[in-house]
Nanobody
Framework: EVQLVESGGGLVQAGGSLRLSCAAS????????IGWFRQAPGKEREGVSC????????YYADSVKGRFTISRDNAKNMVYLQMNSLKPEDTAVYYC????????????????WGQGTQVTVSS
């Protein structure tokens, strides 16, 4: 069974830190780029960060650049999002996404989503 399970969310004061984790199973983790997305009430879903399947290249949205760090451990099928200097506007449900890389044809459409974890930053 394909699963992505996020954890590590919670309530934190502005300026604090959290580390989100995404545990993957049921697919070939090394073949997938991993992204973190977030959805806040009244806002569009936002891509926060992503990391390539193997070479370590990363992307960050301008809103989190310099504060968040994405990483992965392919041996453990884990992805992390270290969130520092948190702001109230970071409050959202955070989702882990796996998207197939180094693919051809229909396999390039493969992607999976986790159930999300709530992050609440108080002012």
């Amino acid at each position: 069974e394909v699963q992505l399970v996020e954890s590590g969310g919670g309530l934190v004061q502005a300026g604090g830190s959290l580390r989100l984790s995404c545990a993957a199973s049921g697919f070939t983790f090394d073949d997938y780029a991993i992204g973190w997305f977030r959805q806040a009430p009244g806002k569009e879903r936002e891509g926060v960060s992503c990391i390539s399947s193997s070479d370590g290249s990363t992307y960050y949205a301008d809103s989190v650049k310099g504060r968040f760090t994405i990483s992965r451990d392919n041996a453990k099928n884990m992805v992390y999002l270290q969130m520092n200097s948190l702001k109230p506007e970071d409050t959202a449900v955070y989702y882990c996404n796996a998207h197939r890389s180094y693919c051809s044809g229909a396999d390039c459409l493969l992607d999976y989503w986790g159930q999300g974890t709530q992050v609440t930053v108080s002012s």
